[in-house]
């Protein structure tokens, strides 16, 4: 009975040992509506949008049209790399939920925002690209860990516009996962330690 309960506590160790959350991979597009100014970006509507290479991986749930809420009021910006205030960092930036009800969120550590006009790309108008910093999460029919990402927003104020648009998207990257070495190691040790308990049974 002793010699039952030594494996089946191996196994346990073991079975704890390698499980893993699952994380997030992909890309999500979006496109919406907005408004800025020399300092400030507001969001307006926004929706999952197709294209090359976009909604891949964890995001394949979403489809096109699906809603995305991002942040109310206004963000701040300064030209130039920005840190979100440390009283309320990370800012949740936007949400999006699949028809299948998982709840994907990203949220912001840093930015970079750049307002420029008059260079190659931006001839007409003004333009404003932010790339940002941060993490998704995920929640539902599967419960992600958290998962570092990077966010792309394009907006583009041409002369006589009375509404703008912007386009972006977000790369979510998974973490790393256990190595085939790192798994080795732990499986000798493990056969150590049943090897160790079977010397004890015998004696």
């Known amino acids: 009975m002793l010699k039952r309960l030594v494996v089946l506590s191996a196994i346990s160790i ?24 020399s300092s400030t970006i507001t969001f307006g509507s926004a929706m999952v949008s197709g294209g090359p290479g976009a ?10 049209g699906t809603p995305i809420i991002f942040r109310s009021g206004v963000l701040p910006y ?71 990402a990077s966010f792309t927003f394009t907006t583009q104020e041409v002369p006589g516009q009375t509404s703008t648009t912007f386009s972006a998207s977000a790369i979510a990257t998974p973490s790393p996962v256990a190595e085939p070495a790192s798994l080795a190691l732990f499986g000798s040790g493990l056969f150590g330690v049943v090897g160790l308990a079977r010397r004890k049974l015998r004696a």
């Open 14 to 37: 073991c079975s704890i040992s390698v499980a893993r959350a699952d994380t997030i991979s992909g890309t999500l597009s979006a496109f919406g509506n907005d408004s800025f100014t």
């Open 55 to 64: 909604n891949t991986g964890s995001f394949s749930v979403l489809t096109d």
């Open 78 to 148: 300064s030209n130039g790399q920005n840190s979100v205030p440390a009283a309320i960092s990370p800012v949740q930036l936007f949400t999006t939920t699949s028809a299948g009800g998982e709840l994907f969120s990203f949220f912001m550590t840093d930015y970079n925002a750049q307002l420029v006009s008059g260079i190659a790309g931006c001839t007409i108008g003004t333009c404003l690209d932010v790339t940002g910093n941060g993490f998704f999460t995920g929640s539902g029919p599967i419960t992600y860990s958290a998962s570092p």
